[in-house]
């Protein structure tokens, strides 16, 4: 194996995590840019010498200016550039397709199956790859008084996102797990942003006790160890949130939709509680907070059933589809 320097085009939040660790596991030395400027790529690029960059997401540096910076610095220095569109399928009219007209990367993963013949068809070089977790950051530990709950969720609110995109799955989802329990009475706590603003979508305002703010990414497995169900809210039907694979990775009991996409990865009952609708969602929450043994038996199930979705494995799949195309040897 040929051991490459690797620099994510990253301020070092989200995506310092996760597939940078997977890169590590395999050998490869793996360094995020921090807040991009040209001063600063130019001499990283100078010093480092990378043998590949990576650019993940919808990140604060993601602006056109950044994006022509660095399809010309890729250029110059002769360093394949890769981007992974993890903002598919809503977002690629309005944001992906722009970006790869600016940035054109070497080649092109997507966490949408059916966006790769989107990308191909605008003749850029595309695969899928989905998102994963990594044992460094989500990992099962003791519960911490602080987090523990009946319910939890993490994640951000979106209304805005909610508004424009009235078809989006995700109102289903809120409607189908959050909007019942929340009806019933349930105390859920609810970390990430803008919940506060979430009343038309949920039919009630959130208590405030309830809203915990944003959390630190490396710190989301507390709550995923702590609380006795997550709720995980999902966005499209025929692909699982990232949160899907770090809570259940986090060793969490995940309650969730049932769509064709958790199906395919969980059997309810077993890995996680599948629910269809909001009266399922409090049949499920009512059976799974009276009994512990069976909430453990899935939790442990759970985590068997992800295990294979590891950012290791990830990254090795990357390095073989760059490999295959010629792009690294």
Known sequence: MVVMKILFLERGKLWAYGLPDGLRDLGHEVRTSGPITRQSLSALLTLYKPDLLISVGWGLDHTPKNERMMREFATTFKIPLIYWSTEDPNFTKVFTLPLLSRMKPDFVFTISPKTVDVFRKQGYAAAHMDF?????????????????????????????????????????????????????????DFYGRNWAHMKPYLGKEIPKKYLKG?????????????????????NYTDMVTQRTYEAIGSGGFLLTNSTPATRQLLKSGRDAALSSSPAETLKLARYYLKNAY????????????????????????????????GLIK
């Open 132 to 188: 994963g977790f990594h044992p460094n950051v989500h990992r099962r530990l003791k519960p911490i008084r602080k987090y523990t709950a009946d319910f939890a969720v993490v994640a951000n609110a979106y209304p805005d996102v909610l508004q424009k995109y009235p078809n989006l799955y995700r109102r289903t989802s809120l409607n189908t797990l959050i909007k019942p329990l929340l009806k019933s009475g349930a105390k859920i």
């Open 294 to 325: 069976a909430r453990e038996q899935v939790r442990r199930s759970g985590r068997q059933a992800v295990s294979k979705h590891n950012y290791t494995n990830r990254a090795r799949y990357m390095l073989s589809i760059l490999k295959k195309h």
């Open 214 to 234: 944003p959390i630190p990414y490396k710190d989301t497995n507390k709550v995923y160890s702590s609380a006795k169900i997550i709720l995980g809210l999902q």
